[in-house]
Nanobody, 122 residues
Framework: VQLQASGGGLVQAGGSLRLSCAASGRTFSSYSMGWFRQAPGKEREFVAAISWRGGATYYTDSVKGRFTVSRDNAKNTAYLQMNSLKPEDTAVYYC????????????????WGQGTQVTVSS
């Protein structure tokens, strides 16, 4: 599966963005989807994940209550709705996919998109 992330941009603190991850192929609904981010000088970190049917979601503590992960299997697309953005959310955001069990680690994902930049100004 090939992934294309989009929707990043520059936003003021407190604002919102919605990231999209469009997947190619007919088996998108078979993949768990994850979102990760990497800030300059830092390691890539887990943000959120959603199971193949959307019945299970995981979030890192720092985004709980602010971010929502979702998917539309009919559109082969996963989403990350980000509200109440903070300057510390600034990073390149990546979507990832895997046929395995839902994971919160980068090692749990085989396929990766190219990343989209999110910049939150104070």
């Amino acid at each position: 599966v090939q992934l294309q992330a989009s929707g990043g941009g520059l936003v003021q603190a407190g604002g919102s963005l919605r990231l999209s991850c469009a997947a190619s192929g007919r088996t998108f609904s078979s993949y768990s989807m994850g979102w990760f981010r990497q800030a300059p000088g830092k390691e890539r970190e887990f943000v959120a994940a959603i199971s193949w049917r959307g019945g299970a979601t995981y979030y890192t503590d720092s985004v709980k209550g602010r971010f929502t992960v979702s998917r539309d299997n009919a559109k082969n697309t996963a989403y990350l709705q980000m509200n109440s953005l903070k300057p510390e959310d600034t990073a390149v955001y990546y979507c990832a996919a895997d046929r395995g069990i839902l994971s919160t680690t980068a090692y749990g994902y085989e396929y990766w998109g190219q990343g989209t930049q999110v910049t939150v100004s104070s």
